[in-house]
């Protein structure tokens, strides 16, 4: 079954602890994006990345890191969460064509 | 750079009537549109996608929406809904040019009434 999975659904976490959120995805795309989607803004996406070790900022970078080291993962990296990094979390992957698929989604709670 | 707006954040219709939501989009060249629709507690599924040619386009469910150019709009009609349309839906315009910056409307959230 095609699909994008993302680790883990629900996380709490503490000020200032390093943390990782993994997506993976089984249908071969070139392109994997993040979003974060907070009430009233809709999705926002984070970063992107075009292919392995090919990756560039989207509208709200600050705060996270992301790498592409095989094509099927592209984990998140929050190397020092703060409260308004609380959201919830989307992983998308894609071929060229733009037709995106999306994970099921990552509840973050910083406090 | 790119935006898009979604006027109405909520919207409240009878079952088996009419539906049109709207979005208006800025970019600078021939956009790449999109509606999702993310049902409570789950993530985004693609209703329909814009890329050229014909600008009404079907997508599942028995959704449609137009391109118009001239109003910078791409909204989404579906002429009769059913109580399972109730959902949230979102609106988004991607750079074209082989890379994926991709920017999403506010949300317009449905409720359907019986």
């Known amino acids: 079954e095609a699909q994008v999975t993302q680790n883990p659904r629900y996380l709490i976490t503490v000020t200032g602890k390093k943390l990782t959120v993994t997506c993976s995805q089984n249908m071969n795309h070139e392109y994997m994006s993040w979003y974060r989607q907070d009430p009233g803004l809709g999705l926002r996406q984070i970063y992107y990345?075009?292919?392995?070790?090919?990756?560039d900022k989207g509208d709200v970078p600050e705060g996270y890191k992301v790498s592409r080291k095989e094509k099927r993962n592209f984990p998140l990296i929050l190397e020092s969460p703060s409260p308004n990094q609380t959201s919830l979390y989307f992983c998308?992957?894609?071929?060229?064509?733009?037709?995106?698929?999306f994970g099921p989604g990552t509840r973050l709670t910083v406090t | 750079a790119q935006s898009v707006t979604q006027p109405d954040i909520h919207i409240t219709v009878s079952e088996g009537a009419s539906l049109e939501l709207r979005c208006n989009y800025s970019?600078?060249?021939?956009?790449?549109l999109f509606w999702y629709v993310q049902s409570p507690g789950q993530g985004l599924q693609l209703l329909l996608k814009?890329?050229?040619?014909?600008?009404l386009v079907q997508g599942i469910k028995g959704f449609e929406a137009e391109f118009k150019r001239s109003q910078s709009s791409f909204n989404l009609r579906k002429p009769s809904v059913h109580w399972s349309d109730a959902a949230e839906y979102f609106c988004a315009v991607a750079s074209s040019g082989g890379y994926q910056k991709v920017t999403f409307g506010t949300g317009t959230k449905l409720q359907v009434i019986p």
């Open positions: 970019y600078g060249a021939t956009p790449y």
């Open positions: 990345s075009m292919n392995v070790e090919v990756t």
């Open positions: 998308a992957s894609s071929s060229a064509v733009y037709e995106q698929y």
């Open positions: 814009y890329f050229s040619g014909d600008t």
